[in-house]
């Protein structure tokens, strides 16, 4: 099993794939704790895909919600924070969970979704304040429930 991202790095140098094992519950609903993940290489990630990157020194897995030139806004399902990076940074692409091709989200998913990031932000990243406003609940109604 790869443990971090220069071993899944240079693993992929050489494999067109690699399975590993969830860990966290940031992707919740989609991908849950020790749920079986397959990542493929790729050079061409677009938004709504789910992503497996190096962010502050740890190995995220979370999905794309927007793409400038080449810079993407990632973020978890289940997660607050937006987390921006190069395009380089990406390793791999999430393509199937527990040998299910990976669903992909709505239009209208990838907006709440964003909209949670950027409150999260502007309530300087005020976790309680942000899980008890309206718009988080209905977010948490609507996709992770």
């Given at each position: 099993m790869?443990a971090?991202?220069?071993?899944l790095?240079?693993?992929?140098l050489?494999h067109?794939?690699?399975?590993?094992?969830?860990?966290?519950?940031?992707?919740?609903?989609?991908?849950?704790e020790?749920?079986?993940?397959?990542i493929?290489?790729?050079?061409?990630?677009?938004?709504?895909?789910?992503?497996?990157?190096?962010?502050?020194e740890?190995?995220?897995?979370?999905?794309?919600i927007?793409?400038?030139?080449?810079?993407?806004?990632?973020?978890?399902?289940?997660?607050?924070?937006?987390?921006?990076?190069?395009?380089?940074?990406?390793?791999g692409?999430?393509?199937?969970?527990n040998?299910?091709?990976?669903?992909?989200?709505?239009?209208?998913f990838?907006?709440?979704?964003t909209?949670i990031g950027?409150?999260?932000?502007r309530?300087?990243?005020d976790?309680?304040?942000?899980?008890?406003?309206?718009?988080?609940?209905?977010?948490?109604?609507?996709?992770?429930?």
């Open positions: 790869v971090d991202i220069k071993g790095k240079a693993y992929l050489f067109d794939y690699v399975e590993i094992k969830a860990v966290g519950t940031s992707m919740l609903p989609s991908i849950r020790g749920d079986c993940i397959k493929e290489k790729t050079q061409f990630p677009k938004v709504g895909d789910v992503v497996v990157f190096s962010f502050e740890q190995l995220i897995m979370h999905r794309i927007k793409e400038i030139a080449d810079l993407v806004w990632c973020k978890g399902d289940n997660s607050l924070r937006i987390e921006v990076i190069p395009r380089g940074d990406i390793v692409v999430v393509k199937e969970i040998s299910r091709e990976i669903p992909m989200v709505s239009v209208k990838l907006q709440a979704s909209q950027k409150l999260f932000i309530y300087k990243y976790r309680e304040k942000l899980l008890q406003s309206r718009e988080y609940l209905e977010y948490h109604k609507e996709y992770l429930e």
